[in-house]
């Protein structure tokens, strides 16, 4: 069964950084178009960033400019760096294929406060 585990979230203040990680079970980080998620509570499902089998990487524009998205094909694993975070970052983020959806990782807690 292909799991997506996700790490590094924390309580962070504006203006702080954090890099999260996305380790997949299986050897497909490098095949597939991967995209960072963000739920903040009580709204949906957000696409924030991707990055194509290619290297090519596309951002939200709410976060264009602060989150950069990269992948170690051989840690099979794909991570955010997030920089200059605001309150509204504030949500859980998950990692998963962007067309063809695995099973939702649990995620991990980012959130951005004084």
């Known amino acids: 069964q292909v799991q997506l585990v996700e790490s590094g979230g924390g309580l962070v203040q504006p203006g702080g950084s954090l890099r999260l990680s996305c380790a997949a079970s299986g050897n497909f980080v490098n095949i597939y178009l991967m995209g960072w998620y963000r739920q903040a509570p009580g709204k949906q499902r957000e696409l924030v960033a991707s990055i194509t089998p290619g290297g090519n990487t596309n951002y939200a524009d709410s976060v264009k400019g602060r989150f950069t998205i990269s992948r170690d094909n051989a840690k099979n694993t794909v991570y955010l760096q997030m920089n200059s975070l605001k309150p509204e970052d504030t949500a859980v983020y998950y990692c998963?294929?962007?067309?063809?959806?695995?099973?939702w990782g649990r995620g991990t807690q980012v959130t951005v406060s004084s």
């Open positions: 998963n294929r962007v067309a063809t959806k695995l099973d």
